[in-house]
């Protein structure tokens, strides 16, 4: 079962910044968090992960509570382009598969 | 990064025959996966294709019907066996460059079943 949980949808306005929440409250130590988004009938594209730290790439940031018991990633411009389902994904960097959850449905507005 | 190229990108075939998908990899990679995506839900592991060796399957999936290959580092198969209309899905390759990486996806197999 995933580890996560992330409300079903959302809505941004265009230009605006999107903010997706994530609780991953059982999160161990050594597991990191990720990001992926799927724009339909494409496959699963990564967007950003950490541990610990905030991160902060060309598509997004991403904010970890000092708890670490949940996450919030940023797109800081949304555009139309940016309508899909992400997904919240926690997993230890052993080579392990990645689970996926039911994820966030965003849809962004002109 | 690796480019990975998968084929056919969708099939409509007939009740119980069966559909090879090839997944191509540019460069050696570490593990590849195979995931379902049925109809409005998300992403379900098949199973890990393990290179040299018989692939490991998660629960609920069988080698009879989901035969796995992978003869060397850069490419697998997936066989969807003896079809029925249930197993009309997106079936998607994935792979790990490193086992400290993040994972990166083919564009899926679209398939119909009939």
């Known amino acids: 079962d995933a580890k996560t949980t992330q409300p079903p949808s959302m809505d941004c306005a265009e230009g605006r910044a999107a903010n997706l929440p994530c609780n991953h409250s059982t999160i161990s130590g050594n597991e990191y968090v990720y990001w992926y988004r799927q724009i339909h009938s494409q496959g699963p594209q990564y967007i950003i992960h950490?541990?610990?730290n905030n991160e902060t790439n060309e598509m997004a940031s991403l904010i970890i509570t000092e708890d670490r018991k949940s996450s919030t990633l940023i797109l800081p411009h949304a555009t139309l382009r940016d309508t899909a389902v992400y997904y919240c994904i926690v997993r230890m960097n052993y080579g392990q598969n990645f689970v996926f959850g039911p994820g966030t449905r965003l849809s962004v507005l002109p | 990064s690796a480019v990975i190229s998968q084929k056919p990108s969708r099939d409509i075939c007939q009740r119980g025959t069966s559909l090879t998908i090839q997944c191509q990899v540019d460069?050696?990679?570490?593990?590849m996966f195979w995931y379902r995506q049925q109809p409005g839900q998300s992403l379900t592991l098949i199973a890990t294709?393990?290179?040299?060796?018989?692939?490991?399957?998660e629960s609920g999936f069988v080698i009879d019907k989901f035969p796995i290959s992978r003869p060397n580092l850069t490419f697998s198969t997936l066989t969807v066996s003896n079809m029925s209309p249930e197993d009309s899905s997106i079936y998607l390759c994935?792979?790990?460059?490193?086992?400290?990486?993040?994972?990166?996806f083919g564009q899926g197999t679209r398939l119909t079943v009939v």
């Open positions: 994935s792979f790990l460059p490193g086992v400290n990486t993040e994972a990166f």
């Open positions: 950490g541990l610990k």
């Open positions: 294709a393990n290179q040299g060796s018989e692939a490991t399957y």
């Open positions: 460069s050696q990679v570490t593990m």
